[in-house]
């Protein structure tokens, strides 16, 4: 079983930056793939980013250029670094991790779920 905690949500104007954390507890933190999804309201929930073990990373394409994936195995951790953010950037971004070496946008493919932190962007 594994354990997802974010933090680091809030309010930041457009063109500004956050980033959101991901700490995870439980089983091999550092051999799941792991990744960043979002949802607006009114929306279906959106693949934003994922990342190997190997530092693989994969972007959707509204967010490439923008934002950046990392971790750090050591601390349990993974970042989400988002920069020039637009209004559209606002929602609700959840952590996920998957147990099947699995990298792509498809949501039921993610075993694990953290509960979500809320981004807004105010224009």
């Known amino acids: 079983q594994v354990l997802l905690v974010e933090s680091g949500g809030g309010l930041v104007q457009a063109g500004g930056s956050l980033r959101v954390s991901c700490a995870a507890s439980?089983?091999?933190?550092?051999?799941?793939?792991m990744g960043w999804f979002r949802q607006a309201p009114g929306k279906e929930r959106e693949f934003v980013t994922s990342?190997?073990?190997?530092?693989?990373?994969t972007y959707a394409d509204s967010v490439k250029g923008r934002f950046t994936i990392s971790s750090d195995n050591a601390k349990n951790t993974m970042y989400l670094q988002m920069n020039s953010l637009k209004p559209e950037d606002t929602a609700v971004y959840y952590c996920v991790a998957s147990k099947n070496g699995y990298t792509g946008s498809s949501a039921s493919s993610y075993d694990y779920w953290g509960q979500g932190t809320q981004v807004t962007v105010s224009s």
């Open positions: 439980g089983r091999t933190f550092s051999r799941y793939p």
């Open positions: 990342i190997t073990w190997y530092s693989t990373t």
